[in-house]
């Protein structure tokens, strides 16, 4: 019978899409490699997390006694960090599914971005897409996995240098943890300062100081354990007793982004339901943003146990925000199908999603500057709410910002825009297109601009949807610069009058008409060719 220790390493090759992304990481020059520790540490943490859940219907997984915990040890002479956690673990398909192959979405617009970045684009790419235990690669020549699942009897081991090919192999449950998974690094020489205790104690603090799960450091063979981190859950401080850096750390730490927040959203609410949101505005675009697959990145906790990133607790134009909800009004062992009929779920997604759009409102009343940022980088997405969200319609009509014929470089609002409508104007005039140049230089533009009329120049995917859906902004109509020439003769323009003040010139009309005409005509020559 064959032994665990004479069975022979099965050996793999790595999904084709790992080996690429593999290749791109090893060969490419990073400003930040101190982001692959975190990663292994979020890793670690949703482990822990994994087990408190599944512990909920199978007590027996946890009846030892372990505390959830994660553990950093150092050896300079070994070369190696290692990471221990006392989480679910893996068992050997787990451990090929999770290791060999890439399942998010994201992955192709990862691998893009990161060949242009090769070819000059300047980016701090690592920590923007979240590419987690593979970064391990930028500072190790060969990383092992040693694993035991929870309620298994076998434990597994991983292994490789990241040129191709991993193994798998059985070991014996002495070498591995008693539950959970350990991850060793073998370092590059390069990368020497990560057996400092100094060093990666600091790079703990700052990017991972907020885990929901302690953690300790081990700086050499035979020392005590020094606890970096106590798990507590941040959510659950007064907000006076947090500061901006733990709110930035805890954000890159549930986000997989390395940017600073806009801002935060950091409530409790109590009354018919009770439950606590940290969600974050993010600085910069998550590369995913447009992937039309892709739903929210908030958390479910309940009662402080994670139990999902897939609720959908905001709808789909917010999907952006990152962030974590906990809530004590649902059963902790609730399923993925109760979550979504969940009447519970309803009103924390309705309650949540207003404060969002409240704070969205305060920075544009108080914050103008940040809050231009934030448009210019959601601006787009906050507008497939105007579609489709007929609740909030007039929230986010007042909220949007547009490029018009008046404003240069700048954005305005509707409600600037009423401000400067015309004497005898009717309505709001828009014009759509896909770039701001030729919408400029549009010749339906003409007539408006004699008359000296603003026009909203469109140029997202979604602008050809929402203004048919947007009946009226405070009454005044959407219209077309198409269906609004027969209105002109009705406004009183600055550019259309006799010296003493009478109506537009018939020359003026008939020459804006004439244009007008001409750019019809030649538009059904386009698509209906003579001949």
């Known amino acids: 019978m064959t032994t665990v220790e004479e069975q022979q390493p099965e050996q793999h090759v790595f999904e084709a ?8 990481m090893v060969h490419s020059v990073y400003s930040d490699k101190d982001v692959f520790l975190r990663e292994l540490i979020s890793n670690a943490a949703d482990a822990c997390e994994k087990l408190r859940y599944e512990s909920i219907s199978k007590p027996q997984l946890s009846s030892d006694g372990t505390q959830p915990e994660i553990l950093v040890t150092l050896n300079e002479e070994a070369k190696t960090l290692v990471i221990e956690d006392t989480g679910i673990g893996m068992n050997r398909d787990e451990m090929i599914d999770a290791l060999g192959t890439i399942a998010r979405s994201g992955t192709k617009a990862f691998m893009e971005r990161l060949e242009a970045a090769k070819a000059g684009e300047k980016a701090e790419l690592i920590g923007q897409f979240g590419v987690g235990f593979y970064s391990s690669f930028m500072v190790a020549d060969r990383v092992d996995v040693i694993s035991r699942r929870a309620g298994d009897g076998e434990a597994w081991k991983w292994s490789s240098d ?7 192999v059985a070991v014996d449950v002495g070498q591995a943890p008693a539950r959970g998974t350990r991850v060793v690094l073998h370092l590059m020489d390069d990368a020497k300062k990560y057996t400092s205790k100094w060093a990666v104690e600091k790079i703990i603090r700052d990017q991972s100081g907020h885990v929901p799960v302690p953690i300790r450091l081990v700086d050499k063979d035979g020392a005590e354990p020094s606890q970096v981190s106590d798990g507590a859950a941040l959510w659950i401080k007064q907000k006076s007793d947090i500061s901006k850096h733990d709110y930035d750390d805890f954000y890159r730490s549930i986000s997989g982004q ?11 609410a109590e009354g ?3 439950y606590t949101t940290l969600a974050f505005i993010p600085g910069s675009q998550p590369f995913d943003l447009f992937d039309p697959d892709r739903q929210g990145r908030m958390k479910l906790y309940v009662k402080r146990v994670f139990i999902t990133d897939e609720a959908e607790l905001l709808p789909r134009y917010l999907r952006f925000v990152r962030g974590i909800v906990d809530t004590s009004d649902l059963p902790l062992n609730i399923s993925r199908e109760m979550i979504q009929e969940s009447s519970v779920l309803a009103a924390i997604k309705k309650g949540v999603t207003s404060r969002i759009l409240s704070a969205l409102e305060k920075m544009a009343e108080g914050e103008a500057e940040t809050f231009s940022k934030a448009w210019d980088l959601f601006g787009a997405i906050l507008k497939e709410g105007i579609y489709d969200d007929f609740e909030r319609r007039a929230q986010l009509l007042k909220l949007a910002r547009f490029r ?15 401000a400067g409508m015309k004497q005898g104007q009717s309505a709001i005039y828009y014009i759509s297109g896909s770039s701001l140049d030729q919408l400029k230089s ?7 601009r004699a008359k000296g009329i603003e026009v909203l120049l469109l140029t997202d995917g979604v602008d050809n949807f929402w203004p048919t859906n947007a009946a009226d902004f405070e009454g005044k109509p959407f219209k077309s610069v198409t269906q609004g020439l ?3 003769n009705a406004v009183a323009g600055h550019g259309d009058t006799d010296e003493g003040g009478g109506q537009a010139s018939p020359k003026l009309q008939r020459s804006s ?4 005409a001409h750019s019809v005509r030649r538009s059904l020559t386009c698509v209906f060719p003579t001949g």
Do not use: C, W
């Open 442 to 448: 549009s010749p339906q533009l003409e007539g408006f």
């Open 272 to 274: 018919r339901h009770e």
């Open 17 to 24: 899409d790992v080996s690429r992304l593999l290749h791109m």
């Open 404 to 418: 018009t014929t008046v404003s240069g470089e700048a954005t305005r609002s509707l409600a600037d825009y009423l």
């Open 162 to 168: 990241g040129k191709g090919r991993y193994e798998v």
């Open 486 to 488: 027969a209105d002109l």
């Open 513 to 516: 008409i004439s244009r007008e």
């Open 258 to 268: 390395y940017d600073e927040p806009l801002a935060n959203v950091h409530f409790r």
